[in-house]
Protein backbone atom coordinates (compact mmCIF):
# COMPACT_ATOMS: atom_id res chain seq x y z
CA UNK A 1 0.00 0.00 0.00
CA UNK A 2 1.71 3.24 -1.29
CA UNK A 3 1.01 6.44 1.00
CA UNK A 4 -1.40 9.27 -0.26
CA UNK A 5 -0.32 11.63 -3.08
CA UNK A 6 -1.10 14.23 -0.32
CA UNK A 7 0.67 13.69 2.90
CA UNK A 8 -2.34 15.94 5.13
CA UNK A 9 -4.57 13.17 4.23
CA UNK A 10 -2.20 10.12 6.09
CA UNK A 11 -1.84 10.90 9.78
CA UNK A 12 1.78 8.77 9.59
CA UNK A 13 2.72 12.07 7.72
CA UNK A 14 0.35 14.58 9.18
CA UNK A 15 0.43 13.74 12.66
CA UNK A 16 -2.17 15.94 15.34
CA UNK A 17 -0.91 19.78 15.96
CA UNK A 18 0.78 19.06 19.55
CA UNK A 19 3.16 16.67 17.34
CA UNK A 20 3.89 19.45 15.00
CA UNK A 21 4.55 22.23 17.56
CA UNK A 22 8.26 22.62 17.07
CA UNK A 23 11.14 22.67 19.54
CA UNK A 24 14.38 23.21 20.15
CA UNK A 25 16.86 22.10 23.14
CA UNK A 26 20.61 22.88 23.32
CA UNK A 27 22.80 21.14 26.27
CA UNK A 28 24.22 23.72 28.29
CA UNK A 29 27.74 24.06 27.18
CA UNK A 30 26.57 23.94 23.76
CA UNK A 31 24.39 26.91 24.62
CA UNK A 32 27.19 28.71 25.92
CA UNK A 33 29.33 28.10 23.33
CA UNK A 34 27.41 29.40 20.31
CA UNK A 35 26.05 32.03 23.04
CA UNK A 36 29.75 33.22 23.30
CA UNK A 37 30.44 33.66 19.27
CA UNK A 38 27.23 34.90 18.79
CA UNK A 39 27.64 37.69 21.42
CA UNK A 40 31.32 38.11 22.34
CA UNK A 41 32.36 40.08 18.84
CA UNK A 42 29.08 42.65 19.42
CA UNK A 43 30.23 42.75 23.13
CA UNK A 44 33.93 43.69 22.33
CA UNK A 45 32.65 45.79 19.74
CA UNK A 46 30.80 48.22 21.73
CA UNK A 47 33.47 48.01 24.65
CA UNK A 48 36.34 49.21 22.32
CA UNK A 49 34.19 51.84 20.80
CA UNK A 50 32.80 53.37 24.03
CA UNK A 51 36.26 53.29 25.74
CA UNK A 52 38.29 54.57 22.55
CA UNK A 53 35.94 55.58 19.92
CA UNK A 54 36.09 54.13 16.12
CA UNK A 55 38.83 52.43 14.72
CA UNK A 56 40.74 54.01 12.04
CA UNK A 57 39.24 51.88 8.64
CA UNK A 58 42.04 51.38 6.16
CA UNK A 59 42.20 53.46 3.03
CA UNK A 60 40.66 51.70 -0.22
CA UNK A 61 42.15 50.04 -2.23
CA UNK A 62 42.97 51.67 -5.35
CA UNK A 63 43.00 50.26 -9.09
CA UNK A 64 40.67 49.73 -12.26
CA UNK A 65 37.32 49.68 -11.85
CA UNK A 66 36.58 45.65 -11.84
CA UNK A 67 32.66 44.97 -13.19
CA UNK A 68 30.79 42.08 -12.23
CA UNK A 69 30.77 39.87 -15.72
CA UNK A 70 27.38 38.43 -16.97
CA UNK A 71 29.00 34.38 -15.98
CA UNK A 72 29.44 36.36 -12.27
CA UNK A 73 26.06 37.25 -12.01
CA UNK A 74 24.46 34.42 -13.33
CA UNK A 75 26.48 32.09 -10.68
CA UNK A 76 25.67 34.41 -8.06
CA UNK A 77 21.79 33.96 -8.89
CA UNK A 78 21.86 30.31 -9.29
CA UNK A 79 23.91 29.84 -6.05
CA UNK A 80 20.96 31.33 -4.46
CA UNK A 81 18.18 29.46 -6.04
CA UNK A 82 20.03 25.75 -5.23
CA UNK A 83 21.22 26.98 -1.88
CA UNK A 84 17.65 27.86 -0.97
CA UNK A 85 16.33 24.39 -2.15
CA UNK A 86 19.13 22.34 -0.43
CA UNK A 87 18.36 24.56 3.13
CA UNK A 88 14.86 23.02 2.83
CA UNK A 89 15.28 19.97 1.70
CA UNK A 90 18.25 19.53 4.65
CA UNK A 91 15.88 20.65 7.12
CA UNK A 92 13.61 17.69 6.44
CA UNK A 93 16.16 15.22 6.29
CA UNK A 94 17.36 16.55 9.95
CA UNK A 95 14.06 16.19 11.21
CA UNK A 96 13.70 12.47 10.35
CA UNK A 97 16.48 12.32 12.96
CA UNK A 98 16.19 15.49 15.23
CA UNK A 99 19.19 14.98 16.77
CA UNK A 100 23.23 15.54 16.33
CA UNK A 101 26.20 14.12 18.11
CA UNK A 102 29.54 14.50 18.19
CA UNK A 103 30.03 10.86 18.77
CA UNK A 104 29.57 8.15 16.41
CA UNK A 105 27.05 5.93 18.82
CA UNK A 106 24.38 8.21 19.39
CA UNK A 107 23.18 7.18 22.70
CA UNK A 108 20.53 9.46 23.97
CA UNK A 109 21.01 11.84 26.07
CA UNK A 110 24.57 12.85 24.40
CA UNK A 111 23.24 14.78 21.46
CA UNK A 112 24.41 18.59 21.71
CA UNK A 113 21.23 19.76 20.21
CA UNK A 114 18.04 17.99 19.50
CA UNK A 115 14.64 19.31 17.31
CA UNK A 116 12.19 17.51 19.64
CA UNK A 117 10.55 17.38 22.93
CA UNK A 118 10.84 13.50 23.52
CA UNK A 119 13.23 12.36 26.01
CA UNK A 120 14.07 8.40 24.70
CA UNK A 121 12.42 6.01 27.43
CA UNK A 122 15.14 3.89 28.77
CA UNK A 123 12.46 0.85 30.09
CA UNK A 124 10.73 0.51 26.74
CA UNK A 125 11.71 -0.22 22.95
CA UNK A 126 11.73 3.28 21.22
CA UNK A 127 12.55 3.46 17.52
CA UNK A 128 14.69 5.77 15.44
CA UNK A 129 11.21 6.10 13.26
CA UNK A 130 9.29 7.32 16.46
CA UNK A 131 12.03 9.86 17.14
CA UNK A 132 10.83 11.55 13.99
CA UNK A 133 9.52 14.61 13.93
CA UNK A 134 7.15 17.12 11.82
CA UNK A 135 8.26 20.24 10.01
CA UNK A 136 5.79 22.27 7.96
CA UNK A 137 6.21 22.81 4.67
CA UNK A 138 6.27 26.56 4.70
CA UNK A 139 10.21 25.63 5.77
CA UNK A 140 11.35 22.81 4.53
CA UNK A 141 11.34 20.58 1.42
CA UNK A 142 9.17 18.44 0.87
CA UNK A 143 7.82 18.87 4.76
CA UNK A 144 5.30 17.02 7.14
CA UNK A 145 7.07 13.48 8.76
CA UNK A 146 8.82 10.52 7.22
CA UNK A 147 8.99 12.21 4.25
CA UNK A 148 12.81 11.72 3.96
CA UNK A 149 13.27 10.09 0.68
CA UNK A 150 11.40 12.35 -0.96
CA UNK A 151 13.60 15.05 0.75
CA UNK A 152 16.76 12.89 -0.23
CA UNK A 153 15.97 13.77 -3.63
CA UNK A 154 15.19 17.35 -3.07
CA UNK A 155 18.45 17.58 -1.84
CA UNK A 156 20.82 15.41 -3.94
CA UNK A 157 19.48 16.72 -6.99
CA UNK A 158 20.54 20.48 -6.06
CA UNK A 159 23.34 19.46 -4.56
CA UNK A 160 24.85 18.28 -7.70
CA UNK A 161 24.10 21.48 -9.51
CA UNK A 162 25.36 23.49 -6.37
CA UNK A 163 29.12 21.70 -7.08
CA UNK A 164 28.67 21.94 -10.87
CA UNK A 165 28.41 25.46 -10.20
CA UNK A 166 31.08 26.00 -7.95
CA UNK A 167 33.71 24.18 -10.16
CA UNK A 168 32.59 26.45 -12.84
CA UNK A 169 32.70 29.58 -10.76
CA UNK A 170 35.55 28.86 -9.15
CA UNK A 171 37.79 28.09 -12.63
CA UNK A 172 35.99 31.53 -14.35
CA UNK A 173 37.30 33.17 -10.91
CA UNK A 174 40.89 32.72 -11.48
CA UNK A 175 40.81 32.92 -15.07
CA UNK A 176 39.34 36.44 -15.51
CA UNK A 177 41.24 37.91 -12.66
CA UNK A 178 37.82 38.26 -10.26
CA UNK A 179 40.09 36.21 -7.58
CA UNK A 180 41.21 39.56 -6.66
CA UNK A 181 38.13 40.64 -5.30
CA UNK A 182 37.67 37.94 -2.92
CA UNK A 183 41.54 36.31 -1.67
CA UNK A 184 43.23 38.37 0.21
CA UNK A 185 46.92 39.21 0.08
CA UNK A 186 48.17 40.65 3.30
CA UNK A 187 47.19 39.24 6.53
CA UNK A 188 46.36 42.99 7.48
CA UNK A 189 43.11 41.92 6.48
CA UNK A 190 42.44 40.71 9.84
CA UNK A 191 42.23 43.70 11.60
CA UNK A 192 41.20 46.21 8.81
CA UNK A 193 38.28 43.68 8.94
CA UNK A 194 37.86 43.73 12.72
CA UNK A 195 37.99 47.50 12.38
CA UNK A 196 34.94 47.57 9.81
CA UNK A 197 33.11 45.19 11.96
CA UNK A 198 33.26 47.91 15.21
CA UNK A 199 31.75 50.39 12.83
CA UNK A 200 28.69 47.82 11.28
CA UNK A 201 28.10 46.52 15.21
CA UNK A 202 28.02 50.20 16.34
CA UNK A 203 25.52 51.51 13.89
CA UNK A 204 28.52 53.93 12.58
CA UNK A 205 28.16 52.91 8.52
CA UNK A 206 30.63 54.36 6.94
CA UNK A 207 30.57 56.06 3.75
CA UNK A 208 30.30 53.75 0.88
CA UNK A 209 33.31 53.93 -1.67
CA UNK A 210 32.83 52.73 -5.40
CA UNK A 211 32.22 48.79 -4.71
CA UNK A 212 33.09 48.04 -8.36
CA UNK A 213 36.57 48.43 -7.51
CA UNK A 214 37.24 45.99 -4.36
CA UNK A 215 35.52 45.15 -1.16
CA UNK A 216 35.96 46.70 1.85
CA UNK A 217 38.04 44.23 4.28
CA UNK A 218 35.07 42.50 6.25
CA UNK A 219 33.53 41.67 2.72
CA UNK A 220 36.76 40.65 1.27
CA UNK A 221 37.24 37.88 4.19
CA UNK A 222 33.31 37.12 4.68
CA UNK A 223 33.34 36.29 0.85
CA UNK A 224 36.31 34.61 1.37
CA UNK A 225 35.43 32.26 4.21
CA UNK A 226 32.03 31.25 2.48
CA UNK A 227 33.61 30.45 -1.45
CA UNK A 228 36.93 28.74 -0.25
CA UNK A 229 35.73 27.17 2.93
CA UNK A 230 32.37 26.54 3.66
CA UNK A 231 31.76 25.89 0.29
CA UNK A 232 34.34 22.84 -0.08
CA UNK A 233 33.42 22.01 3.46
CA UNK A 234 29.66 21.64 3.13
CA UNK A 235 30.95 18.66 0.37
CA UNK A 236 33.71 17.04 2.27
CA UNK A 237 31.39 16.80 5.15
CA UNK A 238 28.42 15.29 3.35
CA UNK A 239 30.95 12.68 1.74
CA UNK A 240 31.89 11.88 5.63
CA UNK A 241 28.17 11.18 6.04
CA UNK A 242 28.38 8.33 3.08
CA UNK A 243 28.25 4.91 4.33
CA UNK A 244 30.30 3.51 0.97
CA UNK A 245 33.02 6.28 2.17
CA UNK A 246 33.09 5.44 5.67
CA UNK A 247 32.92 1.90 5.78
CA UNK A 248 35.94 2.16 3.03
CA UNK A 249 38.05 4.44 4.21
CA UNK A 250 37.78 4.82 8.16
CA UNK A 251 40.21 7.70 8.61
CA UNK A 252 38.38 10.39 6.30
CA UNK A 253 35.40 10.51 8.53
CA UNK A 254 38.10 10.98 10.85
CA UNK A 255 39.06 14.57 9.51
CA UNK A 256 35.80 15.77 11.12
CA UNK A 257 36.30 13.73 14.37
CA UNK A 258 34.17 11.44 12.59
CA UNK A 259 30.73 10.50 11.02
CA UNK A 260 28.30 12.15 13.87
CA UNK A 261 30.60 15.17 13.79
CA UNK A 262 30.66 15.95 10.13
CA UNK A 263 26.85 15.64 10.24
CA UNK A 264 27.06 18.15 12.94
CA UNK A 265 29.66 20.43 11.15
CA UNK A 266 27.64 20.09 8.32
CA UNK A 267 24.49 21.92 10.00
CA UNK A 268 26.18 24.12 11.29
CA UNK A 269 27.42 25.18 7.81
CA UNK A 270 23.82 24.90 6.94
CA UNK A 271 22.85 27.49 9.83
CA UNK A 272 25.93 29.84 8.48
CA UNK A 273 24.58 29.94 5.09
CA UNK A 274 21.48 31.22 6.59
CA UNK A 275 23.19 33.80 9.02
CA UNK A 276 25.48 35.23 5.81
CA UNK A 277 22.65 35.57 3.84
CA UNK A 278 20.20 37.22 6.04
CA UNK A 279 23.35 39.74 6.94
CA UNK A 280 24.29 40.18 3.28
CA UNK A 281 20.81 41.14 2.25
CA UNK A 282 20.63 43.26 5.58
CA UNK A 283 23.97 45.11 4.16
CA UNK A 284 22.81 45.24 0.32
CA UNK A 285 19.54 46.96 1.38
CA UNK A 286 21.63 49.55 4.16
CA UNK A 287 24.18 50.63 1.79
CA UNK A 288 22.00 51.29 -1.01
CA UNK A 289 19.84 48.94 -2.05
CA UNK A 290 19.07 50.18 -5.13
CA UNK A 291 22.40 51.17 -6.57
CA UNK A 292 23.60 47.53 -4.97
CA UNK A 293 21.19 45.73 -7.03
CA UNK A 294 22.39 47.74 -10.22
CA UNK A 295 25.86 45.91 -9.80
CA UNK A 296 24.97 42.50 -8.95
CA UNK A 297 22.41 42.04 -11.58
CA UNK A 298 22.90 44.24 -14.14
CA UNK A 299 26.48 44.96 -13.98
CA UNK A 300 25.32 48.50 -14.22
CA UNK A 301 26.76 51.90 -11.85
CA UNK A 302 23.80 53.93 -12.08
CA UNK A 303 20.66 55.13 -10.25
CA UNK A 304 17.76 53.18 -11.99
CA UNK A 305 16.03 50.46 -10.71
CA UNK A 306 16.01 48.22 -13.34
CA UNK A 307 18.38 46.02 -11.22
CA UNK A 308 15.72 46.56 -8.45
CA UNK A 309 12.89 45.17 -10.15
CA UNK A 310 14.83 42.31 -12.02
CA UNK A 311 16.24 41.25 -8.73
CA UNK A 312 12.52 40.83 -6.84
CA UNK A 313 11.74 38.89 -10.10
CA UNK A 314 14.34 36.51 -9.29
CA UNK A 315 13.66 36.19 -5.53
CA UNK A 316 9.77 35.17 -7.39
CA UNK A 317 11.49 32.71 -9.24
CA UNK A 318 12.86 31.42 -6.33
CA UNK A 319 9.65 30.77 -4.48
CA UNK A 320 7.94 29.64 -7.19
CA UNK A 321 10.47 27.12 -7.75
CA UNK A 322 10.18 25.99 -4.17
CA UNK A 323 6.44 26.04 -4.77
CA UNK A 324 7.03 23.82 -7.67
CA UNK A 325 9.27 21.50 -6.59
CA UNK A 326 6.64 20.58 -3.27
CA UNK A 327 4.36 20.24 -5.83
CA UNK A 328 6.66 18.17 -8.28
CA UNK A 329 7.32 15.94 -5.02
CA UNK A 330 3.59 14.99 -4.20
CA UNK A 331 2.30 14.85 -8.11
CA UNK A 332 4.92 13.32 -9.77
CA UNK A 333 7.12 11.08 -7.08
CA UNK A 334 7.97 8.35 -8.69
CA UNK A 335 9.54 10.65 -11.54
CA UNK A 336 11.22 12.62 -9.06
CA UNK A 337 12.78 9.52 -7.49
CA UNK A 338 14.05 7.86 -11.25
CA UNK A 339 15.27 11.40 -12.43
CA UNK A 340 18.08 11.31 -9.17
CA UNK A 341 18.41 7.81 -9.60
CA UNK A 342 19.43 8.48 -13.29
CA UNK A 343 21.53 11.47 -12.58
CA UNK A 344 22.95 9.95 -9.64
CA UNK A 345 23.59 6.71 -11.13
CA UNK A 346 25.50 8.27 -13.44
CA UNK A 347 27.13 10.74 -12.02
CA UNK A 348 27.91 9.09 -8.73
CA UNK A 349 27.61 5.35 -8.28
CA UNK A 350 28.77 3.95 -11.52
CA UNK A 351 31.79 6.34 -11.57
CA UNK A 352 32.72 5.94 -7.91
CA UNK A 353 30.32 4.29 -5.41
CA UNK A 354 29.80 0.94 -7.24
CA UNK A 355 33.78 -0.02 -6.71
CA UNK A 356 34.18 1.14 -3.51
CA UNK A 357 34.93 -2.30 -1.25
CA UNK A 358 33.65 -2.01 2.60
CA UNK A 359 36.85 -3.24 4.47
CA UNK A 360 36.68 -0.54 7.58
CA UNK A 361 36.77 -2.33 11.09
CA UNK A 362 36.72 -0.93 14.65
CA UNK A 363 38.00 -2.29 17.32
CA UNK A 364 35.86 -3.65 20.05
CA UNK A 365 36.38 0.05 22.34
CA UNK A 366 34.26 1.35 19.87
CA UNK A 367 30.69 -1.06 19.54
CA UNK A 368 28.47 1.54 20.63
CA UNK A 369 26.41 1.24 23.90
CA UNK A 370 23.20 2.11 22.29
CA UNK A 371 22.23 1.05 19.01
CA UNK A 372 18.92 2.27 17.55
CA UNK A 373 16.46 -0.46 16.98
CA UNK A 374 14.24 0.57 14.09
CA UNK A 375 11.49 -0.65 11.97
CA UNK A 376 8.12 -2.71 12.47
CA UNK A 377 8.99 -5.97 14.92
CA UNK A 378 6.97 -8.81 13.01
CA UNK A 379 3.32 -9.39 14.53
CA UNK A 380 2.94 -12.37 12.47
CA UNK A 381 1.76 -15.73 14.71
CA UNK A 382 4.42 -17.81 12.86
CA UNK A 383 7.20 -15.45 14.20
CA UNK A 384 6.17 -15.10 17.52
CA UNK A 385 6.11 -18.90 17.88
CA UNK A 386 9.61 -19.39 16.42
CA UNK A 387 11.02 -16.65 18.72
CA UNK A 388 9.27 -18.71 21.78
CA UNK A 389 11.27 -21.57 20.68
CA UNK A 390 14.61 -19.68 20.61
CA UNK A 391 14.17 -20.02 16.52
CA UNK A 392 15.05 -24.03 16.84
CA UNK A 393 12.26 -24.51 14.25
CA UNK A 394 13.24 -21.98 11.56
CA UNK A 395 14.25 -22.33 8.40
CA UNK A 396 15.88 -20.19 5.82
CA UNK A 397 14.33 -20.87 2.59
CA UNK A 398 16.38 -19.79 -0.56
CA UNK A 399 14.58 -20.25 -3.94
CA UNK A 400 13.70 -19.25 -7.48
CA UNK A 401 16.27 -19.13 -10.28
CA UNK A 402 19.28 -20.93 -7.97
CA UNK A 403 20.11 -24.77 -8.79
CA UNK A 404 20.12 -26.26 -5.47
CA UNK A 405 17.34 -24.48 -3.73
CA UNK A 406 17.87 -25.00 0.27
CA UNK A 407 15.81 -24.89 3.59
CA UNK A 408 18.68 -24.29 6.19
CA UNK A 409 18.01 -23.65 9.91
CA UNK A 410 20.53 -21.45 11.95
CA UNK A 411 22.57 -24.65 12.84
CA UNK A 412 23.14 -25.33 9.59
CA UNK A 413 24.02 -22.04 8.56
CA UNK A 414 26.98 -22.04 11.28
CA UNK A 415 28.22 -25.18 10.00
CA UNK A 416 28.83 -23.72 6.71
CA UNK A 417 31.48 -21.05 8.05
CA UNK A 418 31.09 -17.89 10.32
CA UNK A 419 32.50 -14.69 9.51
CA UNK A 420 32.64 -11.85 12.27
CA UNK A 421 32.72 -8.23 11.69
CA UNK A 422 32.82 -5.02 13.57
CA UNK A 423 31.16 -2.04 11.88
CA UNK A 424 29.44 0.90 11.53
CA UNK A 425 25.42 1.30 10.30
CA UNK A 426 24.50 3.80 9.17
CA UNK A 427 20.89 4.82 9.01
CA UNK A 428 19.56 6.54 6.44
CA UNK A 429 17.63 9.11 9.04
CA UNK A 430 21.10 10.05 10.12
CA UNK A 431 22.15 8.35 12.68
CA UNK A 432 24.84 5.98 13.49
CA UNK A 433 25.87 2.70 15.60
CA UNK A 434 28.96 0.12 15.87
CA UNK A 435 28.35 -3.20 16.54
CA UNK A 436 30.09 -6.64 15.86
CA UNK A 437 28.24 -8.89 13.67
CA UNK A 438 28.24 -12.64 12.66
CA UNK A 439 26.79 -14.81 10.20
CA UNK A 440 27.25 -16.87 7.38
CA UNK A 441 28.70 -14.79 4.39
CA UNK A 442 26.41 -14.02 1.33
CA UNK A 443 28.97 -15.50 -0.82
CA UNK A 444 29.16 -18.74 1.02
CA UNK A 445 25.53 -19.68 0.43
CA UNK A 446 25.55 -18.58 -3.06
CA UNK A 447 28.08 -21.41 -3.10
CA UNK A 448 25.90 -24.01 -2.05
CA UNK A 449 22.37 -22.51 -4.03
CA UNK A 450 24.23 -22.19 -7.28
CA UNK A 451 22.43 -19.38 -8.90
CA UNK A 452 21.53 -19.44 -12.63
CA UNK A 453 23.25 -17.42 -15.35
CA UNK A 454 19.64 -15.20 -15.76
CA UNK A 455 19.80 -14.24 -11.88
CA UNK A 456 20.76 -10.92 -10.86
CA UNK A 457 19.25 -10.25 -8.57
CA UNK A 458 18.75 -11.00 -4.74
CA UNK A 459 15.52 -10.82 -2.68
CA UNK A 460 15.28 -10.46 0.79
CA UNK A 461 12.10 -10.88 2.70
CA UNK A 462 10.99 -10.28 6.00
CA UNK A 463 8.47 -11.38 8.73
CA UNK A 464 8.30 -7.93 9.47
CA UNK A 465 5.81 -4.98 7.57
CA UNK A 466 6.98 -1.89 6.30
CA UNK A 467 5.52 1.37 7.38
CA UNK A 468 2.40 1.57 5.32
CA UNK A 469 1.52 -2.42 5.89
CA UNK A 470 2.37 -4.99 3.65
CA UNK A 471 5.46 -7.41 4.02
CA UNK A 472 9.08 -5.95 4.11
CA UNK A 473 11.52 -7.24 1.55
CA UNK A 474 14.47 -5.23 -0.24
CA UNK A 475 17.23 -6.77 -2.75
CA UNK A 476 20.47 -6.53 -3.65
CA UNK A 477 22.59 -7.01 -7.60
CA UNK A 478 24.36 -10.30 -6.77
CA UNK A 479 27.49 -8.92 -7.13
CA UNK A 480 26.95 -6.48 -4.47
CA UNK A 481 26.32 -9.65 -1.83
CA UNK A 482 28.86 -10.96 -3.28
CA UNK A 483 31.55 -8.70 -1.48
CA UNK A 484 33.39 -9.64 1.46
CA UNK A 485 31.44 -7.62 4.00
CA UNK A 486 28.33 -9.51 3.40
CA UNK A 487 26.31 -11.60 5.71
CA UNK A 488 23.47 -12.84 6.95
CA UNK A 489 24.20 -12.07 10.75
CA UNK A 490 22.64 -14.25 13.36
CA UNK A 491 24.67 -12.82 16.37
CA UNK A 492 25.39 -9.42 17.74
CA UNK A 493 28.22 -8.46 19.80
CA UNK A 494 28.92 -12.06 20.62
CA UNK A 495 25.23 -13.14 21.47
CA UNK A 496 22.15 -14.16 19.39
CA UNK A 497 21.25 -11.74 17.38
CA UNK A 498 18.42 -9.72 19.78
CA UNK A 499 15.01 -9.58 18.35
CA UNK A 500 14.83 -6.33 18.18
CA UNK A 501 17.20 -6.20 16.07
CA UNK A 502 16.13 -8.39 13.67
CA UNK A 503 16.31 -12.25 14.86
CA UNK A 504 16.52 -14.41 13.82
CA UNK A 505 18.64 -13.20 10.85
CA UNK A 506 19.58 -9.93 9.69
CA UNK A 507 21.31 -9.12 6.21
CA UNK A 508 24.64 -6.75 6.87
CA UNK A 509 25.76 -4.97 3.54
CA UNK A 510 28.28 -2.73 4.84
CA UNK A 511 28.59 -0.40 1.87
CA UNK A 512 24.75 1.15 1.98
CA UNK A 513 22.52 2.38 4.63
CA UNK A 514 20.53 0.90 6.78
CA UNK A 515 16.84 0.62 5.20
CA UNK A 516 18.52 -2.11 2.62
CA UNK A 517 19.79 -4.60 5.06
CA UNK A 518 16.68 -6.26 6.20
CA UNK A 519 16.13 -7.35 9.52
CA UNK A 520 13.91 -10.69 10.66
CA UNK A 521 14.91 -12.33 7.25
CA UNK A 522 11.78 -14.96 6.10
CA UNK A 523 13.31 -16.11 2.58
CA UNK A 524 15.78 -15.47 -0.02
CA UNK A 525 14.89 -15.59 -3.81
CA UNK A 526 17.50 -15.05 -6.82
CA UNK A 527 15.59 -13.13 -9.95
CA UNK A 528 16.00 -11.97 -13.18
CA UNK A 529 15.29 -7.84 -11.69
CA UNK A 530 14.08 -6.22 -9.05
CA UNK A 531 11.18 -5.27 -11.35
CA UNK A 532 9.74 -8.44 -10.55
CA UNK A 533 9.35 -7.83 -6.79
CA UNK A 534 6.69 -5.97 -5.47
CA UNK A 535 5.73 -2.38 -7.21
CA UNK A 536 9.14 -3.29 -8.99
CA UNK A 537 11.17 -0.33 -7.59
CA UNK A 538 13.42 -2.35 -5.85
CA UNK A 539 12.37 -2.22 -1.95
CA UNK A 540 9.45 -1.76 0.59
CA UNK A 541 10.68 1.49 1.76
CA UNK A 542 11.56 2.08 -2.14
CA UNK A 543 7.84 1.40 -3.19
CA UNK A 544 5.54 3.28 -0.72
CA UNK A 545 7.81 6.13 0.77
CA UNK A 546 9.87 7.09 -2.49
CA UNK A 547 13.18 6.20 -1.08
CA UNK A 548 16.38 7.14 -2.78
CA UNK A 549 18.25 4.24 -5.08
CA UNK A 550 21.69 5.41 -4.64
CA UNK A 551 21.68 3.75 -1.15
CA UNK A 552 25.33 4.12 -0.77
CA UNK A 553 25.01 8.00 -0.31
Not at 70 to 92: E, K
Not at 186 to 205: G, L, P, R
Not at 493 to 504: D, M, R, S
Request: glycine share 8%; aromatic share 12%.
Amino acid sequence: MAPQKNPKENPVNYPPAPERRFHLWLNRRALWIIAGVLVLPLVAAWVLYLASGLPALAAEAAGEPLEFPLWLRIAHYTNFLLLVLLVRSGLSILMDHPRLYWNDHCTPGTEWIRFTPVEVPKDAVFTAKEDARYISPLFALPGYKHTIGMARHWHFLPALLWFINGVVFWVLLFATGQFTRLVPDSAAIVADAWAMFVHYATFNIPEKGETLVHYNALQQLSYFGVVFIMAPLSFLTAMAMSPAIVNRFRWYPRLFGGRQAARSIHFLLMVSYVLFLVGHVAMVAVTGLTKNMNHIVVGADDGTTRGLLIGLVGIAVVVLACGGAHWLAWKFPRAVQYLVKRIHGEFMRRLFFAHIEPRAEYPAAAISPHFWPNGKAPATDEWKALAADDFKGYKLKVTGLVENPVELSLEEMRALGMQEQTTMHHCIQGWSGIAKWGGLPMRRLIEVVKPKPEAKVVVFYSFGEGLYGGDYYDTQHIENVMREKCILAYEMNGQPLPHVYGAPLRLRVENQLGYKMVKWVRAIEFVASERDVGLGHGGKNEDDEYFDLVPEI
